[in-house]
């Protein structure tokens, strides 16, 4: 059975500051997903990543992905409050059947 | 992109009764996804969708409890029967265009079920 996990589960951290979240999964595979999520909100696509090595810079997060290590992380940079969200990692259950595990998710709350 | 519009987007129901929540997406798409997410955890699929065949669900999830109907390639609608307070989640619709972005899912806006 595939899971996907992350941690830290919460991360509370100041503006300004670096940190990383780490996504973990158990069974192969080359696709990673990560999504974002506003409180009470649905969610929002923030990166796709689709082969070992890659990596895609949106503003203030890096997504990079090793399929070797079967571990994506999310990097974030000298955050902001607009930042404060649970982010989720998702990957491909079964290879090509769109069917997505999602991470454990991390709470992140950036205090100004 | 394509757009889902989810609704209801929050209901306040009766444990016994059922509820039925629909997703309408502005293109035509195979492959439709009903997912639950329980306060505070993930996202956990409950079936996949696909116009003119059964949904497949995943385990722990049943037909009788969660019908699911895909009667064209823009809508789907997904029913929470006989609910229980167990049952208070967020149910979310999404779909996977694999011509674009490369299988990554939209969102419906979600909708957020409390059972009293």
């Known amino acids: 059975e595939l899971k996907v996990e992350q941690n830290p589960l919460f991360l509370s951290m100041q503006e300004g500051k670096n940190y990383t979240i780490y996504c973990n999964y158990s069974?192969?595979?080359?696709?990673l997903y990560w999504y974002r999520q506003d409180p009470g909100k649905s969610l929002e696509s923030l990166f796709v990543?689709?082969?070992?090595?890659a990596v895609k810079q949106e503003g203030r997060l890096m997504a990079s992905l090793d399929t070797k290590a079967r571990l994506s992380t999310l990097h974030i940079t000298a955050a902001v409050h607009d930042l404060s969200a649970t982010y989720f990692c998702?990957?491909?259950?079964?290879?090509?059947?769109?069917?997505?595990?999602f991470g454990t998710g991390t709470r992140l709350k950036v205090l100004a | 992109s394509a757009v889902i519009s989810q609704k209801p987007s929050r209901d306040i129901c009766q444990r016994g009764t059922s509820l039925t929540i629909q997703c309408q997406v502005d293109?035509?798409?195979?492959?439709m996804f009903w997912y639950r997410q329980q306060p505070g955890q993930s996202l956990t699929l409950i079936a996949t969708?696909?116009?003119?065949?059964?949904?497949?669900?995943e385990s722990g999830f049943v037909i009788d409890k969660f019908p699911i109907s895909r009667p064209n390639l823009t809508f789907s609608t997904l029913t929470v029967s006989n609910m229980s307070p167990e049952d208070s989640s967020i149910y979310l619709c999404?779909?996977?265009?694999?011509?674009?972005?490369?299988?990554?899912?939209?969102f419906g806006s979600g909708t957020r079920l409390t059972v009293v």
């Open positions: 998702a990957v491909d259950a079964t290879s090509g059947t769109y069917k997505y595990i």
């Open positions: 069974t192969t595979s080359d696709r």
């Open positions: 990543l689709l082969s070992n090595g």
């Open positions: 293109s035509q798409v195979t492959m």
């Open positions: 969708a696909n116009q003119g065949s059964e949904a497949t669900y």
């Open positions: 999404s779909i996977t265009l694999p011509g674009q972005g490369s299988g990554g899912y939209t």
